[in-house]
Nanobody, 125 residues
Framework: QGHLVESGGGSAQAGGSLRLSCVVSGFTISTYCMGWFRQAPGKDDEGVTVVGSDGRVKYADSVKGRFTISKDNARNTLYLEMNNLKAEDSGRYYC???????????????????WGKGTQVTVSS
């Protein structure tokens, strides 16, 4: 079974930036659909972005133009660069993965069988 460990969360001012990392062990990320979900207090989790094994990416409308997903296959690590942060970006961010390529067609939590424990992001306005 795979193991996903997120880091890089913290506090930021609105308009600021943070970079999240997800170090993966147990499988090779280059062959998986990888992504990020988030959950704000009192809300359902939300798909933020995914990247397929073919490199194609998908973003939630709320983060387009501000967030960038990337991966370093040599380090087996997934990243999320978050710029121009807003208060509504606050929440716990989870790294997710699934070997099914179709998982990357939709930002749907049910598509992902592997989840990290998350890292907290707090944006103050």
């Amino acid at each position: 079974q795979g193991h996903l460990v997120e880091s890089g969360g913290g506090s930021a001012q609105a308009g600021g930036s943070l970079r999240l990392s997800c170090v993966v062990s147990g499988f090779t990320i280059s062959t998986y659909c990888m992504g990020w979900f988030r959950q704000a207090p009192g809300k359902d989790d939300e798909g933020v972005t995914v990247v397929g094994s073919d490199g194609r990416v998908k973003y939630a409308d709320s983060v387009k133009g501000r967030f960038t997903i990337s991966k370093d296959n040599a380090r087996n690590t997934l990243y999320l660069e978050m710029n121009n942060l807003k208060a509504e970006d606050s929440g716990r961010y989870y790294c997710v993965a699934d070997p099914w390529a179709g998982a990357c067609l939709l930002l749907h939590r049910g598509n992902f069988g592997l989840w990290g424990k998350g890292t907290q992001v707090t944006v103050s306005s």
